[in-house]
């Protein structure tokens, strides 16, 4: 066949061989079912490649009509291997492949990579027909990779268990893992990679997910001592909790995960009765995962990619304050300038420095960004002087330095530039990024020994830098939070009559929510005597099943100061509905205290179909809906979640009583969102939805009201 073969380390590392994921990474013997002659065919690619890539473990094709294939003997069937068996490829038709599950249980193959399609992704058939194979797996003791995957890869090993073109090229490995959903979309990044020279250890896709789903993979491949990060291409999470876990190991082991999600949903055009339902979509649910468990999420290739590239040399800024040196006065702007949109910052060096350098080149920029001038050419010797400073200094935590084509152009500059940026990165603990153009000679190689990666375009640069300093800073809150937090047993919520809004409020009252005062009136006299009983003024509102939205039925009269203005607001109240909606239950009109001028916000709770009940915080009014300034998290959150929830939110200035506004009791607010998050815990079996809105947070020390509160029930039989 004219295979080239690669030499990879002999070394076989499954940290323990009974565990079937190890076996997609790590298994010393593979069955190819359904092997071929032809090398470019599905059966034939597998054996192909696992020659190529030198894997050192026993290739048993299994495939009736040859005697050998590559120098292999081949078997009739799985049954009829004369070793132990790790992992079987399958390669054969959808009607075959529960025959063959049952060859490799008889042969107690622990895990099997079906690349077969014709199961779920057909429609309700290929539906059934996936979920019998698994029920018999499952019975069997069998775990499955797919059906429909393109498989997985050990390149470390030489491990190539796919059928994938992408290894008609060399790849080197490396530190990095790459687990995708997508096959075909995770062999072009894995192809993107090679082209800049990263390498990648661990590959998986991971099909139909009949069995074997991303988050377990995700879960496993963290724990690998080799691995270093890993990426991630994500289409759908099927258990939020399995995913969850595997979150916090990589936390754990500090493996940073860089998440792309695909698939945003059209919010906007959701239909939905409660404003949180119409606010949180399924992509806002992952984003807030994301950051809730420390994830890096990104929204392009090239910016997952240019992490790695750090990720790959060690790149671990220790905060985010950025030192930067540069050929170019302009260069340096628009660093600067990425440095503050990304959220990094710049720190002027000091007087005396500066005066120092000034001495050397008068009319150098000196303060941080460092502008050496095309003075460097004159007198290269300028730059370790130029270098040491920043690197001396205390307050920065990461370099960036820009000298664009120059180095690959400018032979003698370049080599003192490479050499000097090397040894001062070697002498530091500050890691050191190169914008530049370093051709593919000697200077390239200088910075890839020296442990400097290079990018080409300075805002990839920077946000790179952001992305992991992000990651760092989030790492240790995270771990601390998770430290110190204090883990509360939430019992169970017995399902309430909460199909109204006197029934929600009373719901939330009963668990420690504070409502508005307020009294049901069957009439105008006893609306009358409600107010008097409360106070004026009052509010008053239609008090329906039928009504989630009053407003929209001109169901609620504010501000009554007087016993005739509630009796007219109680009939006209009434006259409105019958208009309207004149078969709508009313039970009766609610008499409510007006609650005192505050900052009003929406509190919302939405179960998500994947990672469960999500709790909202959002600014009331226009900024929730329109601006969609709101915070969200899974449900239940702790305080320090809580506080950094409304931090997040952009008209926290509010809360905060700027311009001589009265400041909000914003611990109360906080402690509100605890409580909240703990219901959508303890009644996450019968509620779908739970919308505040609004919340009145009081000035500081009067706590927090609720004025409105809306409740969705899921139906008895779950649906």
Not at 433 to 446: E, H, L, S, Y
Request: hydrophobic share 45%; with cysteine; glycine share 8%.
């Amino acid at each position: 066949m004219g295979i080239s073969v690669v030499q990879r380390s002999k070394k076989t590392v499954p940290t323990d061989h009974a565990d079937p994921l190890a076996m997609l990474f790590f298994a010393r013997s593979i069955a190819v079912v359904g092997a071929s002659r032809s090398d470019d065919s599905i059966g034939g690619r597998p054996i192909k490649y696992l020659l190529k890539y030198g894997y050192s473990g026993k290739i048993y094709p299994v495939a009736p009509k040859y005697d050998s294939i590559s120098g292999l003997q081949c078997y009739a069937s799985v049954r009829d291997i004369p070793g132990p068996v790790d992992l079987a490829i399958l390669a054969v038709s959808a009607a075959r492949i529960p025959g063959v599950i049952e060859d490799c249980a008889a042969k107690g193959v622990p895990t099997v990579v079906i690349f077969s399609s014709g199961f779920a992704e057909l429609g309700e058939d290929g539906r059934q027909a996936q979920a019998r194979l698994v029920q018999r797996a499952e019975q069997l003791g069998v775990r499955i990779c797919g059906p429909n995957s393109m498989g997985t890869m050990n390149l470390r090993s030489g491990l190539t268990a796919t059928f994938s073109a992408v290894l008609e090229r060399t790849h080197r490995a490396g530190p990095i893992a790459l687990v995708s959903q997508s096959g075909m979309y995770g062999a072009y990044i894995l192809a993107q990679a090679t082209a800049l020279d990263l390498g990648l250890g661990l590959f998986a896709t991971t099909g139909n997910e009949a069995d074997i789903e991303l988050s377990e993979v995700l879960e496993h491949v963290v724990r690998d001592s080799e691995t270093r990060a890993v990426l991630a291409y994500v289409e759908q999470v099927r258990d939020g909790d399995a995913f969850v876990r595997a979150a916090e190991t990589a936390l754990e082991h500090d493996r940073p995960v860089v998440i792309i999600k695909v698939g945003r949903s059209d919010i906007g055009a959701r239909t939905a009765r409660s404003h949180t339902g119409a606010i949180v979509g399924s992509y806002d649910s992952y984003q807030a995962m994301f950051r809730q468990f420390g994830l890096i999420s990104v929204d392009t290739i090239d910016d997952m990619l240019d992490i790695a590239k750090l990720l790959e040399f060690s790149i671990f800024p220790a905060g985010k304050r950025v030192g930067i040196i540069s050929l170019s006065g302009g260069a340096a702007v628009m660093l600067a300038d990425s440095c503050a949109a990304s959220g990094l910052e710049v720190p002027t060096l000091s007087e005396e420095v500066q005066a120092r350098l000034k001495r050397r080149v008068p009319f150098a920029g000196v303060a941080n960004p460092i502008d050496a001038t095309g003075q460097l050419f004159n007198d290269p010797e300028i730059f370790p002087e130029f270098l040491r400073a920043l690197v001396d200094q205390e307050d920065t935590d990461v370099l960036v330095l820009f000298f664009g084509q120059m180095i690959g152009y400018v032979e003698g500059l370049g080599s003192i530039v490479v050499s000097e940026s090397v040894k001062a990165a070697r002498d530091s603990s500050k890691p050191f990024v190169m914008v530049a153009m370093p051709g593919d000679g000697r200077a390239a190689q200088m910075l890839k020994e020296g442990g400097i990666p290079h990018f080409t375009d300075p805002d990839r640069a920077i946000r790179a830098v952001a992305a992991l300093a992000n990651y760092r800073e989030r790492r240790e809150i995270l771990l601390r939070r998770k430290q110190t937090g204090r883990k509360v047993a939430l019992s169970a919520i017995p399902r309430a009559e909460v199909d109204t809004e006197l029934g929600a409020k009373k719901f939330l009252a009963e668990h420690g929510i504070r409502v508005t005062r307020e009294h049901l009136a069957q009439s105008p006299e006893e609306a009358v005597c409600h107010a008097e009983t409360i106070g004026y003024p009052v509010v008053l509102k239609v008090n329906s099943p039928d009504i989630a939205h009053k407003t929209e039925v001109d169901a609620v009269r504010l501000d009554l100061h007087d016993a005739s203005a509630v009796k007219r607001a109680f009939d006209e109240i009434l006259r409105s509905v019958a208009d309207r909606l004149p078969d709508a239950e009313v039970r009766g009109v609610l008499v409510q205290e007006m609650v005192s001028p505050g900052v009003e916000l929406i509190l919302g709770v939405k179960r998500d179909p994947v990672f469960g009940h999500m709790v909202l915080c959002g600014l009331g009014g226009i900024y929730a809906e329109l601006l969609r300034d709101v915070a969200l998290r899974r449900a239940p959150v702790d305080q320090e979640t809580a506080a950094e929830m409304v931090r997040e939110l952009r008209g926290y200035w509010l809360l905060e009583g700027a311009r001589g506004r009265e400041a909000a009791d914003i611990d109360a607010l906080i402690d509100t969102i605890v409580t909240l998050s703990n219901i959508a815990v303890g009644a996450r079996d019968w509620i779908e939805e739970l919308d505040i809105n609004p919340l009145i947070a009081l000035s500081r020390g009067r706590g927090c009201v609720v004025a409105d509160a809306l409740i969705q029930r899921i139906s008895e039989n779950g649906q």
